[in-house]
């Protein structure tokens, strides 16, 4: 709750005091109205409580355009920086929302050696394992039904993996409770179909990614598209590695047919194609925040970014090279380093970047529901 002098909003901190300068500025000017749905969201309101600035930055895809078309920009004296406020608002509230705290202060400060030592722990962990049973498992060659589980009995490595399933789950759970709350919208917004399917269509294709048509800033102010691309080559390569596990757990406990599955088996060819998203999507999304200008960044929180996109990355390309070696000694191997990684990028995934997927959907459920209620003239 803020606290009101006349009519001004006293905010929790300096970045929102910031954000409130802005976006009363921007109200007057309204120049960017048509590059997403920020500035028309931002239009149906007079006062911007701590809530609305928070859910105004998750509607921010980043995409820099009303940066390179204010007039207003550094160096004039309005100093007029959307996206970096923005930016910097929205890594305020994964900090703010995140569940527990202490696993985010660990995650923020040393993301990317967080992720890193724990997938090489985890991988050590099964090799210990491994090595412990019968030593010449690690680097002997599997094949046949059931090759993958002569290293770790099928049931230990679904529990491991259940576990921080379970665990990811409820710390996302938690964020999205928080940002919920803290936005002011009623639950009944999540039981409307029209909002949720709006939202469903806009993320789906990253509609507001586009610069309002013409793509994503770099730091020589050349617009591109590249950036949904990349975007959308990851989100589908996640979704289609999750659904070809999905469809293996249902062999293995529906049908009785264990892993590893030949080349043409639908959860191999959906787990190829995925991984051949993850590998390129993160890719370029690493090369495209190399090229970003520094002044979209919110540079202080980049670590925990690229050490999500590295999990990802690394999430691909071990499942392809265990994919095409499951036959060869270095089976073993790849396969503990691998499930180190997934179990890396599962346990970071409530502290970084893929909350922030998480609250720009809820973002987009109510800013189609804003939208509805005044074409009908609320
Ligand atoms: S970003 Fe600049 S040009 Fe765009 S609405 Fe705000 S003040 Fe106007
Ligand atoms: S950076 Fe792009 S998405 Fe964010 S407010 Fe500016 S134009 Fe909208």
């Given at each position: 709750?803020?606290?009101?002098?006349?009519?001004?909003?006293?905010?929790?901190?300096?970045?929102?005091?910031?954000?409130?300068?802005?976006?009363?500025?921007?109200?007057?000017?309204?120049?960017?109205?048509?590059?997403?749905?920020?500035?028309?969201?931002?239009?149906?309101?007079?006062?911007?409580?701590?809530?609305d600035l928070n859910y105004l930055a998750n509607l921010c895809h980043g995409c820099?355009?009303?940066?390179?078309?204010?007039?207003?920009?550094?160096?004039?004296?309005?100093?007029?920086?959307?996206?970096?406020?923005?930016?910097?608002?929205?890594?305020?509230?994964?900090?703010?929302?995140?569940?527990?705290?202490?696993?985010?202060?660990?995650?923020?400060?040393?993301?990317?050696?967080?992720?890193?030592?724990?997938?090489?722990?985890?991988?050590?962990?099964?090799?210990?394992?491994?090595?412990?049973?019968?030593?010449?498992?690690?680097?002997?060659?599997?094949?046949?039904?059931?090759?993958?589980?002569?290293?770790?009995?099928?049931?230990?490595?679904?529990?491991?993996?259940?576990?921080?399933?379970?665990?990811?789950?409820?710390?996302?759970?938690?964020?999205?409770?928080?940002?919920?709350?803290?936005?002011?919208?009623?639950?009944?917004?999540?039981?409307?179909?029209?909002?949720?399917?709006?939202?469903?269509?806009?993320?789906?294709s990253l509609r507001y990614l586009d610069g309002g048509g013409v793509g994503c800033m770099n730091d020589d102010d050349t617009p591109t598209d590249r950036r949904r691309l990349y975007h959308h080559l990851t989100f589908y390569g996640f979704a289609l590695c999750f659904l070809s596990t999905s469809m293996a757990t249902g062999y293995h406990y529906l049908l009785g047919i264990e892993a590893p599955y030949p080349w043409y088996d639908l959860p191999v060819v959906l787990g190829t194609l995925g991984g051949i998203g993850l590998v390129t999507g993160p890719l370029g999304l690493l090369h495209a925040k190399w090229r970003r200008d520094p002044q979209l960044l919110d540079a202080p929180r980049l670590g925990m970014d690229i050490?999500?996109?590295?999990?990802?990355?690394?999430?691909?390309?071990?499942?392809?090279?265990?994919?095409?070696?499951?036959?060869?000694?270095?089976?073993?191997?790849?396969?503990?380093?691998h499930l180190g990684v997934v179990f890396s990028l599962f346990l970071s995934m409530p502290y970084g970047k893929f909350m922030h997927g998480i609250y720009r959907f809820l973002a987009l459920v109510r800013y189609a529901r804003e939208r509805r209620m005044m074409n009908e003239g609320h």
């Open positions: 709750m803020n606290i009101h002098i006349g009519d001004s909003i006293i905010h929790a901190s300096a970045t929102l005091e910031e954000a409130d300068r802005l976006m009363t500025v921007c109200n007057s000017c309204r120049y960017c109205e048509g590059l997403c749905a920020v500035f028309p969201a931002m239009e149906m309101r007079r006062a911007f409580s701590d809530g820099g355009a009303c940066l390179s078309d204010c007039q207003f920009a550094p160096p004039h004296e309005f100093d007029v920086n959307v996206p970096q406020t923005l930016a910097r608002l929205r890594g305020d509230t994964y900090q703010a929302y995140v569940w527990p705290k202490s696993m985010a202060v660990a995650f923020e400060r040393n993301g990317v050696w967080m992720t890193v030592m724990t997938a090489g722990a985890i991988a050590l962990f099964i090799c210990g394992f491994v090595m412990w049973n019968d030593p010449a498992v690690l680097f002997g060659s599997h094949e046949g039904a059931g090759a993958f589980y002569r290293l770790m009995p099928h049931n230990a490595m679904a529990g491991l993996f259940l576990l921080v399933t379970l665990y990811a789950a409820v710390a996302a759970a938690m964020g999205v409770r928080s940002f919920w709350l803290d936005i002011g919208e009623p639950l009944a917004t999540l039981r409307q179909p029209g909002s949720i399917w709006q939202a469903i269509r806009d993320a789906g050490a999500f996109i590295l999990m990802l990355f690394l999430t691909g390309l071990t499942g392809l090279l265990l994919m095409a070696l499951r036959t060869t000694p270095a089976m073993g191997l790849l396969l503990a380093i």
